[in-house]
């Protein structure tokens, strides 16, 4: 009778006596003499074969990670992961795999350098598949909202986030170009055709800090809203959050278990998130013994202190006009602060958006962009958008990465992504 082909995860489902075919990589390897076992991984877990006789000679030569095709029968032992596994009866070994060399030193450091082998862990293979739900439902979130997706340009003239961490390139025709650290200005463009609008994009920032949420090349996803203020802009944002935890906590249960995640703060991210204006935060984190100075922004040990407060996550709104940009919109109501807030993630994890509402008139525009020393003629199309029917609009940039790091419960920014690029590294 011909084998079935089967997912390992399948096989854990199936009754006993199925003949089957299972195509993967042998995740362990165990030799007792008169048996050997193979667990063989693929894309959706793992299953245990075992193999005498003839077929044990041949199981042999599967070494860890070699590539495997096996053929046998399904049989229920509480013993084997999951408590089924293949009565082996023969087994192809498609690529060997020769001395793999992830074996004694897990340290972050060579598991980065070997990243090419790495990604096939079962860890990476869990946030990987987290980080795939996370993906589409951002896109889900926004296309089910009425957004249009667009796309804006990697190369780019000017900062949107301040000149300290922009990417000179050489462009072809000898001039400097920088690599975009934010689509937001092409966003404001395209709000006075589309209204809604978002992007998901790799954004760049030449990053000096080394610290466990910092990236050179991040992904970002972003959103700008015609005629929506900063209110508005908040209520998209905790219902973005939310509706990707939400699908996360549907699609991921086994590798937010793999990973050892807590589900119970993920399943606490429900809106409204809490909401502390600087000044209280300021307040707060003066209680616990941090002193920062009026108009600074928060760092990251400000923000973990300040998140242990609160058990979901909690917008900080009205940052001071120099702990911003330039394009934020100063508050009618009190014009030293903007309109303005910072999204930080619970459990220490700390920013995850950035957003407000932006400056729409022309005046104000111009005035900001001198008193903060910058030039003029560097904005000139961005400031033009402020001639031709301007609106007020606000919207938001949202760390991908960041996100999938706090949802999947990890500790370093770069076990967040397959081939991380940090101030350390562009390789593999
Ligand atoms: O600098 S941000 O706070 N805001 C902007 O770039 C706005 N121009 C976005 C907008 O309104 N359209 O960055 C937004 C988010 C921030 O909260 C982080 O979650 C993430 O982008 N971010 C990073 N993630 C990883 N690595 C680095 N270096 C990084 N920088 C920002």
């Not at 013993?79 to 030193?105: C, L, M, Q, Y």
């Not at 650290?181 to 589309?194: C, D, G, P, R, T």
């Not at 949420?213 to 700008?224: G, I």
């Not at 006009?321 to 508050?331: I, P, Q, S, V």
Request: proline residues 4%; contains cysteine; aromatic residues 10%.
């Amino acid at each position: 009778m011909g084998a079935k082909l089967a997912k390992a995860a399948e096989v854990l489902r199936m009754e006993d006596g199925a003949r089957i075919t299972v195509r993967g990589w042998v995740y362990r390897f165990r030799d007792l003499g008169e048996k050997v076992f193979l667990i063989v991984r693929d894309s959706s877990g793992i299953v245990q074969a075992v193999f005498s006789g003839e077929a044990a000679a041949k199981a042999r030569e599967a070494d860890v990670e070699a590539s495997v095709i096996v053929t046998g029968v399904v049989r229920s032992d509480s013993r084997a992961p999951g408590g089924k596994e293949i009565v082996g009866e023969a087994v192809e070994v498609v690529g060997a795999s020769k001395n793999f060399p992830i074996t004694k030193d897990f340290s972050r450091e060579f598991l980065l350098d070997v990243r090419h082998l790495w990604v096939r862990s079962r860890r990476m293979q869990a946030v990987l598949k987290i980080r795939h739900t996370v993906f589409g439902a951002l896109h889900e979130y926004f296309r089910r909202s009425g957004y249009y997706e667009v796309q804006a340009p990697m190369f780019i003239t000017a900062a949107v986030e301040g000149g300290a961490t922009l990417f000179p390139v050489k462009y072809v025709d000898g001039s400097t170009v920088y690599l975009t650290q934010s689509s937001q200005f092409y966003l404001e463009a395209l709000i006075y055709s589309l209204e809604k609008v978002y992007t998901i994009a790799p954004s760049f920032r030449a990053e000096k800090s080394r610290t466990r949420r910092h990236l050179t090349e991040f992904w970002h996803c972003e959103a700008e809203v015609a005629w929506a203020g900063l209110e508005d802009i908040m209520r998209v944002e905790e219902e973005l959050v939310s509706y990707v935890v939400e699908r996360v906590l549907d699609s991921n249960q086994d590798e937010l278990k793999l990973l050892g995640r807590s589900t119970e703060p993920l399943e606490r991210c429900k809106p409204p998130f809490y909401r502390v204006s600087y000044d209280e935060a300021l307040e707060i984190l003066e209680g616990k013994g941090f002193k920062v100075a009026w108009g600074e922004d928060l760092g990251a040990d400000e923000e973990r202190a300040l998140v242990e407060e609160f058990d979901k996550p909690v917008f900080v709104h009205r940052y001071p006009e120099k702990a911003k940009a330039f394009y934020h919109k100063n508050d009618p109501a009190r014009p030293e602060v903007t309109l303005s807030a910072d999204l930080l993630a619970p459990e220490g994890y700390g920013e995850i958006i950035g957003g407000g509402e932006r400056i729409e008139r022309l005046e104000e525009l111009l005035e900001k962009i001198k008193r903060f020393g910058l030039r003029e003629e560097d904005y000139e199309w961005y400031v033009d958008l402020r001639r031709y029917g301007t609106v007020p609009h606000a919207g938001f940039g949202l760390g991908i990465d960041r996100l999938v790091m706090w949802v999947a419960g990890l500790d370093h920014i770069v076990d967040a992504v397959a081939f991380p690029r940090t101030i350390r590294r562009v390789y593999p």
